[in-house]
């Protein structure tokens, strides 16, 4: 980086906030994908006006720009590939204002999930998204890959909740959207930032909407003995009109993995179904008995709890799969590839079926877990990382995995965004994309080479030896 570019730097940045020691560098090079790639520097800014002064010398001198939160995106969205300069906005965590009333809280971009929940709990209300990683991963990644999760079906993706946000864009900050629930007062680009991977502008503050917590919630726990019954006992629930709050899906590799890291002491199924209902006691109680009925045929167990205990230790086990899946086999880790698949429902037999035929076609090893409820299946792809040989093959039944998602008309992400892993599959039209990009980035400094402008091939920039 330019020696004036840093001096002017140092002149708006507290120096205790800027770091360029290689050890630094190295760690913030990463993210929970299978990129790497070191930044020239990493700020950590404490204000909007601080973002505001370094993009403006980002913008003079041309250098890339990358925003940071908890760095937890599976993608590489986070990976500074061309160098240049890490925002790590964890430093701007606070909660400016809560608004029960009007059903909204003004926060800043390095506010943590949980500790957002947190704060709102005690007035009994609660941000839905609720990502498997919402115990580090921050709001601004949040809007930036409109993160969402097992409560997706039910209350949506963060894009639903972002009323207003303020942004700094390579021609200074700027506000769009509101304080209210409603809004027709001109463009959204409050919702363009949804998505955007930080290829836009830095997120500085957020306007979002909140909602009431259920009064009471229940889970069940359904054996079956094939995944695509598994899948039929999705759809069939959805068909019947019924939306529970969370509708996940665990294939066997992923049962295995998770008893083995953690101990849970899951059923030994061929595939389980996590589903939880919420509501008013009596409507949970109602769509208790609708739904062992309508899994009657399907399951071969079904048994629900309300013991918060228990309950806790069932959605523990669903979140520690990602992280157990790397102890499934001795010389094997989960790498993330072709993780984050959305079908529509309906085709959610067909798309684990194709997936195992794949896997076996190549030779690999495919877990697959995840929000069957909406459709958003999560594939994990397990290989030695440093066999060169694996990755070959695996790249190869990535490709095949999405063809076949597209085939059966879904799409490469439904929460965890593209970033390079998943670039070749982007949806919609890449040169609009770019034009939008252009407007707003006209010299290209904001998360470069990311999304419609990655070309290459997914195994680049490798975390791995
Ligand atoms: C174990 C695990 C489980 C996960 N489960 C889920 C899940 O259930 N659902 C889901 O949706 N995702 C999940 N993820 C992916 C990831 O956690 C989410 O995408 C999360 O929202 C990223 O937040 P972050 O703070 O870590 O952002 P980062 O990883 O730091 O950044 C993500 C992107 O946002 C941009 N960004 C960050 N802050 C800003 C800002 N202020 N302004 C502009 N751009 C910004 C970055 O440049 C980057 O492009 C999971 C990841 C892991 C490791």
């Given at each position: 980086m330019e020696e004036l570019a840093m001096k002017k730097i140092y002149e708006v940045v507290d120096e205790k906030r800027i770091f360029t020691d290689k050890t630094d560098l190295y760690a913030y090079g990463f993210d929970a994908s299978i990129h790497h790639a070191m930044p020239d520097v990493v700020i950590k800014p404490e204000s909007s006006n601080e973002v505001e002064k370094i993009v403006k010398i980002a913008n003079e001198f041309g250098i890339p720009v990358v925003a940071r939160g908890a760095g937890t995106a599976l993608c590489g969205q986070a990976v500074p590939i061309f160098g240049g300069i890490i925002l790590d906005m964890t430093g701007m965590n606070s909660i400016k204002e809560i608004h029960i009333e009007d059903l909204y809280c003004i926060v800043e971009p390095g506010v943590v999930y949980a500790k957002l929940n947190e704060a709102i709990a005690k007035y009994g209300f609660f941000f839905p998204p609720s990502p498997g990683s919402g115990d580090v991963c921050t709001i601004g990644g949040m809007i930036s890959a409109n993160a969402s999760g097992m409560r997706a079906i039910k209350y949506g993706a963060t894009r639903d909740y972002v009323l207003g946000l303020e942004i700094v864009f390579p021609h200074g900050k700027v506000r769009f959207g509101s304080k209210t629930l409603k809004n027709s007062a001109g463009y959204q680009i409050e919702r363009l930032m949804v998505g955007s991977e930080g290829t836009l502008g830095i997120i500085t503050e957020a306007t979002l909407r909140i909602s009431p917590l259920p009064k009471k919630r229940a889970v069940a726990l359904a054996s079956f003995d094939s995944v695509v019954k598994a899948g039929e006992g999705v759809a069939k629930i959805i068909g019947k009109g019924m939306i529970p709050s969370a509708l996940e899906i665990m294939d066997s590799v992923c049962i295995q993995a998770v008893n083995k890291a953690m101990g849970i002491g899951l059923p030994d199924a061929e595939a389980l179904l996590l589903i939880e209902v919420d509501g008013k006691p009596s409507e949970v109680r109602d769509s208790i008995e609708k739904i062992t009925k309508i899994l009657e045929n399907e399951a071969s167990k079904i048994e629900f709890t309300d013991d918060e205990e228990e309950m806790t230790n069932l959605w523990k086990g669903r979140k520690g799969v990602l992280p157990s899946l790397s102890r499934y086999g001795d010389d094997k880790v989960s790498v993330s590839l072709a993780d984050d698949m959305c079908v529509p429902i309906s085709k959610i037999p067909h798309a684990i079926k194709k997936f195992q035929e794949i896997a076996k076609k190549y030779g690999i090893i495919v877990g697959t877990y995840g929000h069957a409820g909406d459709g958003n299946l999560h594939t994990k792809v397990l290989i030695n990382p440093t066999d060169e040989e694996s990755w070959k093959r695996a790249e190869k039944a990535v490709d095949e995995i999405y063809k076949a998602v597209h085939n059966l008309g879904g799409i490469a992400s439904g929460e965890h965004g593209i970033g390079i892993t998943k670039a070749p599959w982007i949806n919609g039209d890449v040169e609009t994309m770019e034009k939008v990009k252009k407007a707003l980035d006209p010299k290209n400094i904001?998360?470069?080479?990311?999304?419609?402008?990655w070309k290459e091939g997914i195994i680049a920039f490798l975390r791995y030896k």
């Open positions: 904001m998360n470069p080479g990311k999304m419609e402008q």
